[in-house]
């Protein structure tokens, strides 16, 4: 156990389901991040919040829509995606300012039909 | 960003001593390396963080050189739940947050053997 909890764990949808994914942390850090890692691909940052505020956003297409209602949750909603988003989805929190150690979820494995 | 470079596989056997190196030639001044272990469809997991020279820990020791060009990441006496990807991260800070920011690679896939 790590602190950071995500649900649900697995997630089977269609391309023209609207699903979210939900990220919460007990560990009291203030910035939360969402990553993608495909098969035999490196993990990918997707979107950075910092005290709720999202600080980065790397480019990531407007079907992935983040939400950071407080510094414990972070929601990913998803909408209209496509086979190739098949993917582990993470999320990872840390204390801003802080030089390292990010604290990872299980993950959420994805498979869009 | 630094970019790091590592192998992409190693193989050992149960008991030995690892070391996987990871190059990093474009690191910044205020860049810390760290290492992160990673088990299959689960979250990486923070192993190490160091600046300079060396640091250890109860799990691994890692060594940096005082160019900081390159980092070793020592496991000591690996057995069979070591095998797992571990990846290598100099990170860089955005200006406009101060959130730390890092960009993992392919990593290095170690397999413990028997």
């Known amino acids: 156990e790590t602190g950071v909890t995500q649900t649900p764990r697995h997630l089977v949808m269609g391309m023209t389901n609207k699903k979210s994914l939900k990220c919460e942390q007990h560990l009291g850090h203030n910035a939360m991040y969402w990553y993608k890692q495909s098969a035999k691909k490196p993990l990918e940052l997707m979107f950075v919040y910092n005290f709720k505020e999202q600080t980065e956003n790397n480019s990531v297409p407007s079907r992935f829509s983040p939400e950071c209602p407080n510094s414990s949750h972070l929601f990913l909603h998803l909408h209209t995606l496509q086979p190739e988003d098949s993917a582990l989805y993470l999320c990872a929190s840390s204390q801003e300012r802080r030089e390292g150690e990010q604290f990872f979820g299980p993950g959420t494995r994805l498979t869009v039909l | 960003l630094a970019k790091t470079t590592q192998p992409i596989s190693m193989d050992s056997y149960e008991g030995q001593e690892v070391n996987i190196t990871c190059s990093h030639n474009?690191?910044?001044?205020?860049?810390?390396i760290t290492w992160y272990q990673q088990f299959p469809s689960q979250g990486p997991r923070f192993i190490i963080q160091?600046?300079?020279t060396k640091v250890t820990n109860e799990v691994a020791s890692l060594f940096i050189p005082a160019d900081r060009k390159s980092s070793t990441l020592s496991l000591p006496r690996v057995s069979l739940s070591d095998t797992a990807v571990y990846y290598c991260l100099v990170g860089d800070r955005p200006t406009t947050s101060g959130t730390y920011k890092y960009i993992f690679g392919t990593g290095t896939r170690l397999k413990v053997l028997a």
């Open positions: 160091g600046y300079k």
């Open positions: 474009n690191i910044a001044t205020n860049d810390y």
